[in-house]
């Protein structure tokens, strides 16, 4: 059973950037489609991207292109996801996932989430 | 900004059945993308609870079951118990863009 573990609350200020852990364990990172999704009470939970075997590439939603980094480092077993950019629009908790084997069924396996509050 | 609709709320006693629907459109559910439905207890992180429209992981009780229809999906849980109370959601994926996943506006389920 893959099991991740993200890091700590974050509190940026509007225009910074913000970067999140997710250590996975019970499973080699490179075998698993990481993905970044978030919730807030405005917008509910949003998909923010995620590694896409099928197109193998990391992809991102609309409405944080140009603004996500998402990585893996496969020696430490830790992804991370970047958002730069920030705005009060941002304040929200941040999870990783993992993507379901065949990738279309869903996300099976979840860290505890990672509070980021972007306040001036 | 949830793509899916779902009822705010729905109620029952111990014992009874409940279902929540979750409807979509010809972007995502509709084009053929399955239906997946998550638990979530306030302060946790989602858990799968159906995933493929009726596929229950393990561990999963067979009180819980799921069904896929044209556009729309829908959870039912038989025999409500206190336990079940939390938030749902269903989710699936859009068609504009590859690996996009779509959420639902969630259901809170009161065991009364």
């Known amino acids: 059973q893959v099991q991740l573990l993200q890091s700590g609350t974050e509190v940026k200020k509007p225009g910074a950037s913000v970067r999140i852990s997710c250590r996975v364990s019970g499973h080699r990172l490179g075998d698993v489609s990481m993905q970044w999704l978030r919730q807030s009470p405005e917008k509910g939970l949003e998909w923010v991207g995620g590694?896409?075997?099928?197109?193998?590439?990391?992809i991102s939603a609309p409405n944080f292109q140009g603004r996500v980094t998402m990585t893996d480092d496969t020696d430490t077993n830790i992804a991370y996801m970047e958002l730069s950019g920030l705005t009060s629009d941002d304040t929200a908790v941040y999870y990783c996932?993992?993507?379901?084997?065949?990738?279309?069924?869903?996300?099976?396996?979840w860290g505890q989430g990672t509070l980021v509050v972007v306040s001036s | 900004q949830s793509v899916l609709t779902q009822p705010p709320s729905v109620s029952g006693a111990p014992g009874q059945r409940v279902t929540i629907s979750c409807t979509g459109t010809?972007?995502?559910?509709?084009?053929?993308?399955?239906v997946q439905w998550y638990l979530q207890v306030p302060g946790t992180a989602p858990r799968l609870l159906i995933y493929?429209?009726?596929i229950r992981p393990s561990g999963v009780p067979d009180r819980f079951s799921g069904s896929k229809s044209d556009s729309s999906g829908s959870l039912s849980i038989a025999g409500l118990q206190a336990e079940d109370e939390g938030d749902y959601y269903c989710q699936s994926y859009d068609t504009r863009l590859s690996g996009w996943g779509v959420f639902g506006t969630g259901t809170k389920v009161t065991v009364l």
């Open positions: 996932a993992t993507g379901s084997v065949d990738f279309w069924s869903g996300y099976p396996s």
């Open positions: 010809s972007s995502n559910i509709g084009a053929g993308y399955d």
């Open positions: 493929s429209n009726d």
């Open positions: 590694f896409n075997p099928e197109e193998a590439a990391r």
